[in-house]
């Protein structure tokens, strides 16, 4: 019987790139589902599509999840045994002034992904879910086994949603479904809009970057590799739902229904002004640095605890802080040159 194909959506993105080219090196077939919209510049996705479109074992298709018919249709044709499904409208800033945005993608898209593993037989799908669930929680470090019911933007409402959305499909349907809360990833071919890839640019065009609260934000950067070997080594471990589980003190991170939330972080957080030198360092440029008061939708800290990941996968991220930024300040100005 022939190796049923993997589907990455959000393939053309950061993450979802990532997972496709660990997925092709172990030897499957990979179906790359992405609508390569303009949220940032298409060119560095063009680029990462045209580094999986080396692999004969990788199929691309362009698609908006939120295309209802496009993507049943997608579904029906190939009855992919496990989803990865990274595509996602991201971005907490970007929310506060593109709302629509976040329910098309995020909750529309999600829904067609969700209805599609249920009429055609899908064993597994792991979904992003992101830290920024957390919300106003001040409990450090972040626990799946918290509360999360009080997101700070509509990017990490929309998030949350989609882990409650999946409960009721694993609930209803049985189909068995994981949540992945990442943190703060970064590394080589990362997004523009994040924090590690604007600094990078600013400092080496002598423009003054923006540190908010101060400089004094801390997140649990999360190198990328890390996040792409955890997701590959959970899709082979659909979750099974805990029998023990009590409706009268329910946990938040599991279900009787066959569904499960893990984070994804690096368990080691680090101010803002410390990854900035370690970039001008590596970038051999002072920084011009703007102190600015916290942004609305915005957290102080991010942390994770990872204990749920490291016991049933035997993994924990724990690249170091100063070797991700000497590896990805050396693919920037590589990337750069050409």
Request: aromatic letters at 10%; a neutral charge.
């Amino acid at each position: 019987m022939p190796q049923q194909s993997i589907l990455v959506t959000g393939a053309a993105g950061f993450i979802g790139f990532h997972v496709a080219q660990q997925l092709l090196s172990q030897g499957r077939d990979v179906v790359g589902v992405d609508s390569v919209n303009d949220y940032y510049d298409p060119t560095l996705k063009e680029a990462r599509l045209e580094l999986l479109k080396r692999d004969a074992k990788f199929t691309f298709v362009k698609l908006d999840l939120a295309d209802r018919a496009a993507t049943a249709a997608l579904f029906a044709q190939h009855a992919f045994s496990q989803v990865v499904h990274l595509a996602a409208q991201a971005g907490v800033r970007y929310s506060l002034q593109h709302p629509h945005a976040y329910i098309d993608a995020n909750i529309q898209g999600f829904l067609n992904v969700l209805e599609g593993c249920r009429h055609n037989g899908c064993r597994h799908l792991l979904f992003a879910s992101s830290s920024s669930v957390y919300g106003a929680n001040t409990k450090l470090p972040f626990s799946v086994h918290d509360n999360v019911d009080h997101p700070v933007s509509l990017y990490a409402a929309s998030k949350k949603a989609n882990e409650l959305m999946a409960h009721a499909y694993s609930h209803l349907y049985g189909i068995p479904t994981t949540g992945l809360r990442f943190f703060t990833v970064y590394g080589p071919w990362g997004r523009p809009d994040m924090a590690m890839f604007i600094f990078a640019k600013a400092i080496l065009a002598g423009e003054p970057i923006k540190l908010f609260n101060h400089g004094k934000m801390r997140r649990d950067f999360t190198y990328i590799d890390d996040i792409a070997e955890a997701i590959v080594r959970l899709i082979g471990r659909a979750p099974q739902g805990e029998p023990a589980w009590d409706g009268s003190q329910p946990d938040p991170a599991s279900s009787k229904a066959p569904w499960k939330i893990y984070n994804i972080g690096n368990s080691h957080p680090e101010e803002l002004t410390h990854v900035v030198s370690l970039l001008e360092k590596e970038l051999g440029k002072t920084a011009r640095k703007e102190l600015l008061p916290m942004q609305p939708g915005d957290v102080e800290a991010t942390y994770a605890d990872v204990a749920a990941l490291e016991r049933e996968i035997g993994f924990r991220p724990s690249t170091p802080i100063e070797v991700g930024i000497a590896r990805f300040a050396k693919w920037y100005g590589e990337f750069h040159r050409k």
